[in-house]
């Protein structure tokens, strides 16, 4: 992944404007957060492959970014995203990483289903 | 009955980390061991330092980082469950349970290693280490292999009394070190802490496990 660029990114949410979108969307602190005492709390959710459809898609931000997807009865959205990759099948990776190099958030949008 | 190990664990690393100079010893004294390992590890939030993978390749990369590990370890065969990092205590243990039957079955281990139900940490772990007991639990306690229960929630020394097995590994100490080398997208940040001897004093957690030098085991009891 690359240090994210805003203008890349907002082009590439362009592109899957209107269409039916495959999300993965996920936010974590790690499943060892509490047992190594980094936290009080161990927190994750992850979405796999929601089909969605947005009319509507913005990022924002002066770094860690936000983005905010617009759907007609609702919304998809993701905070402290650091960096980006458009990968050889065309998904739009987008993730917000810790100075550990560890994943805590990760929006991903795609024309085709994800892996399971 | 002739040896032969079963390790049974859901992350490519945990075999590394947590017996890794446990599963050398066994390979180096010639007795085969066979790792059934449960996912790919799709979850994981290390994505190495400096970053080289992203949560769709993390899977490709660490399924070769799992082969090379195994390699370095001596693990003969490795057994793919295919189950997603994450989920295993959401899948029906029935199923998973007549899955692991079946191999310890075929593989006829006279020792089972796995994690300690309920002492585990991961849910993962505490999952997968469940329904494995239970498949073994299936067997007459004639059949039944031995099974080493790899316990490091903080209270299970409080739980669990002391490891009934404390195993030195510092004769195997570099081949587990080049197999946590191996598990590159998930060590490299503990490297340097391992390089400075910060695992050379006791693990907080349970005072009988050292990185390099010790892994402890309880003996699972059947009712």
Known sequence: MNPLNKSIVQTELDRFLNREVYLHLETTNG???????????????YIRNG?????????????PYRVGLKMEIGWVYAEGLTDYEIDPEGRLLLAGHDQEGRLAVALELSLSPFEL | MKEHV????PHPDDETFG???????FTKSGVPVTYVCGTLGQ????????????RESLPIIREVELEIACQALGIQRLIQLGLRDKTIEFEDPELLTDKLEQIILEVKPSLVLTHYPGHAVHPDHNALGDVTIRAVSRLSPQERPTVYAHAFARDCQDQLGKPDIINDITD????KLAAIRAHRSQSQVILP???????????????????????????YRFL
Do not use: D
Not at chain 1, 52 to 63: H, L, S, Y
Not at chain 2, 19 to 25: D, E, H, K, S
Not at chain 2, 172 to 175: C, D, G, M, Q, S
């Open chain 2, 193 to 219: 802490r391992l390089s400075n001897g910060q695992f050379k004093n006791p693990s907080s957690k349970n005072s009988y496990n050292h990185m390099l030098t010790r892994e402890s085991f309880w003996i």
């Open chain 2, 43 to 54: 979850m994981g939030r290390n994505m190495g330092k400096p970053l080289f993978a992203n």
């Open chain 2, 172 to 175: 195997v100490a570099e081949i």
């Open chain 2, 19 to 25: 017996c890794g100079g446990t599963i050398a010893q």
């Open chain 2, 6 to 9: 079963l390790v049974v664990f």
């Open chain 1, 31 to 45: 499943a060892y957060a509490v047992h190594r005492q980094e936290s009080n709390m161990t927190v994750g959710a």
């Open chain 1, 51 to 63: 089909l969605i459809r947005f009319g509507r898609g913005i990022i924002t931000g002066a770094g």
